[in-house]
T-cell receptor, first 113, second 117 residues
Framework: NAGVTQTPKFRILKIGQSMTLQCTQDMNHNYMYWYRQDPGMGLKLIYYSVGAGITDKGEVPNGYNVSRSTTEDFPLRLELAAPSQTSVYFC????????????FGPGTRLTVL | AQSVAQPEDQVNVAEGNPLTVKCTYSVSGNPYLFWYVQYPNRGLQFLLKYITGDNLVKGSYGFEAEFNKSQTSFHLKKPSALVSDSALYFCAVRLISLGAGSYQLTFGKGTKLSVIP
């Protein structure tokens, strides 16, 4: 199994551009998450989904959008990139068993100039 | 609101010595507690979790953690550190009860562990 995969690994955007970060998991997990990691700040939850067609905001959703049309995929959309969105983005997935352990992808490093 | 504190930005330990990485938490109900490790330019890897039961939890790579409800702590420990343990360690908490926001993991800021040969 590949687990959680993310593309691209790196990306540089200009201010105002848009892009979609892709996330796919092959573990048949119901729950999926998007986090951003800023230096010295830990991880902040952007959006999460508890199943296909169901999404909800996390702690820092402004400037982002998500969709969940299938169990496997959970893309994150940046519509108008801003320098404040320079960060490392991690996708994660979990199954709602006891403890609900989240498994993370390798991350996408995004720079907005 | 739930929160996690990792009071040390960096911990240095000599190879072969025991290590402890500290974590305290604040939640209004009963918590699930997690430790994750992050190697450079990699995603987070699950180490161990506390759900209920035995306060001493054993995890991957020889790590263990002790849940202390009265001190609201969940410190990560290992009896003998290896150079390969050098990485960034994150503690995280989630409420057990289902409800709005209960799916959210709240992470600490991370502790950089350096094991010196």
């Amino acid at each position: 199994n590949a687990g959680v995969t993310q593309t691209p690994k790196f990306r540089i955007l200009k201010i105002g551009q848009s892009m979609t970060l892709q996330c796919t998991q092959d573990m048949n997990h119901n729950y999926m998450y998007w986090y951003r990691q800023d230096p010295g700040m830990g991880l902040k939850l952007i959006y999460y989904s508890v199943g296909a067609g169901i999404t909800d905001k996390g702690e820092v959703p402004n400037g982002y959008n998500v969709s969940r049309s299938t169990t496997e995929d959970f893309p994150l959309r940046l519509e108008l990139a801003a320098p404040s969105q320079t960060s490392v983005y991690f996708c994660a997935s979990s199954y709602p068993d006891r403890g609900d352990t989240q498994y993370f992808g390798p991350g996408t490093r995004l720079t907005v100039l | 609101a739930q929160s996690v504190a990792q009071p040390e930005d960096q911990v240095n330990v000599a190879e072969g010595n025991p290590l402890t990485v500290k974590c305290t938490y604040s939640v209004s109900g009963n918590p699930y507690l997690f430790w994750y490790v992050q190697y450079p330019n990699r995603g987070l890897q699950f180490l161990l979790k506390y759900i209920t039961g035995d306060n001493l939890v054993k995890g991957s790579y020889g790590f263990e953690a002790e849940f202390n409800k009265s001190q609201t702590s969940f410190h990560l420990k290992k009896p003998s550190a290896l150079v390969s343990d050098s990485a960034l360690y994150f503690c995280a908490v989630r409420l057990i009860s289902l409800g709005a926001g209960s799916y959210q993991l709240t992470f600490g800021k991370g502790t950089k562990l350096s094991v010196i040969p």
